[in-house]
């Protein structure tokens, strides 16, 4: 069974930064688009970024209020995709899950919360 | 990239029918077949349940449908049941690449 779990969630300051980190487990990885979903607190679902494949080219494109700011990597040796997030704003606040590009697998979440 | 345009909230009454819209653009919705749909319930993970603007992952209910015509994609939900309530959200992928969701729809089962 697919699965990915998130870990690195917690509190930072403003303009302070965060690495989140998604293991991932049941399917191939080194195949797979993987993507960063964000919920802000009472809050829609947000599209963060997206890491394609090595074999695919491995580039990264991000939506428009994490660009320069975000970024994702992957090792597929370790079957992990990271999230680094710099330069914290308070809105960046939220619930952060790992997805698989298609969004048919999705990790629990990991909480995000900027704040001074 | 501006989020896609859903309403706010819908209600039906068990048994009845239901239809979510979710409206883009031609440089997302109507470009492109990669609409989806979600359903999260409070505090829970969101769960696909269309991808490909109309097919049904395995194990979701026939119930859930899908379609889209120009920039604008639907979700209809079908003999409602109380377990339907929940908040549903679109989304699409778009001419940047990127992929951009709606603002959600909170369904409320009468």
């Known amino acids: 069974e697919a699965q990915l779990v998130e870990s690195g969630g917690g509190l930072v300051k403003p303009g302070g930064s965060l690495r989140l980190s998604c293991a991932a487990s049941?399917?191939?990885?080194?195949?797979?688009?993987m993507s960063w979903v964000r919920q802000a607190p009472g809050k829609g679902l947000e599209w963060v970024g997206r890491?394609?494949?090595?074999?695919?080219?491995?580039?990264?494109v991000f939506g428009a209020p994490v660009t320069d700011r975000f970024t994702i990597s992957r090792d597929d040796s370790k079957t992990t995709v990271d999230l680094q997030m710099n330069s914290l704003k308070i809105e960046d606040t939220g619930v952060y899950y790992c997805?698989?590009?298609?969004?048919?697998?999705w990790g629990q979440g990991t909480t995000v919360i900027v704040s001074s | 990239q501006s989020a896609l345009t859903q309403p706010a909230s819908v209600s039906g009454s068990l048994g009845q029918s239901i239809t979510i819209s979710c409206t883009g653009t031609?440089?997302?919705?109507?470009?492109?077949?990669?609409v989806s749909w979600y359903q999260q319930h409070p505090g829970k993970v969101p769960k696909r349940i269309i991808y490909?603007?109309?097919n049904r992952p395995s194990g979701v209910s026939n119930r859930f449908s899908g379609s889209k015509s120009g920039n604008t994609a639907s979700l209809t939900i079908s003999g409602l049941q109380a377990e339907d309530e929940a908040d549903y959200y679109c989304?699409?992928?778009?001419?940047?690449?990127?992929?951009?969701f709606g603002g959600g729809t909170k369904l409320t089962v009468l």
């Open positions: 997805t698989t590009d298609l969004m048919d697998v």
């Open positions: 049941g399917f191939t990885f080194s195949n797979a688009w």
């Open positions: 890491i394609k494949s090595k074999i695919d080219g491995g580039t990264t």
């Open positions: 031609s440089s997302d919705v109507g470009g492109y077949k990669f």
């Open positions: 490909d603007v109309s």
């Open positions: 989304n699409s992928y778009t001419s940047s690449g990127t992929r951009v």
